[in-house]
């Protein structure tokens, strides 16, 4: 089951995630997209745990949890072919 984190600090470098995600259990995949002018992380990201009940662990332990100043938010990742195409970008 793949999860989206939001809400991280912007520059946040990917060892830090990882460490803050990986105490729920095996991280299979990480991904963190970077701005494209200043090569930054852009404050979110997508993982995925070995188990789903690692990922239901991680849920409920870090969804909303306050961390360097900021509100996280840790829910399942929407599917790229389910996501409300009604935002368009021009």
């Known amino acids: 089951m793949k999860l989206f984190i939001g809400g991280l ?16 259990g095996k991280i299979i995949s990480l991904e963190m997209p970077k701005d ?3 090569n930054e992380t852009r404050g ?12 239901d662990k991680a ?3 870090l969804n ?3 961390f360097k ?6 829910n399942v990742a ?3 072919n389910t996501r409300n195409k ?3 970008r021009y």
Not at 44 to 55: K, P
Not at 69 to 74: H, I, N, P, Y
Request: proline letters at 2%; aromatic letters at 14%; charged letters at 25%.
């Open 9 to 24: 600090p912007f520059g946040m470098e990917v060892e830090e995630v990882n460490s803050l995600i990986s105490e729920y």
């Open 36 to 38: 494209h002018y200043t």
């Open 44 to 55: 979110f990201g997508f993982f995925e745990y070995e188990q789903n009940s690692d990922a």
């Open 59 to 61: 849920i409920k332990a």
């Open 64 to 66: 909303g949890l306050v």
């Open 69 to 74: 100043g900021r509100s996280l938010k840790v």
């Open 78 to 80: 929407a599917n790229k």
């Open 86 to 88: 009604s935002r368009r």
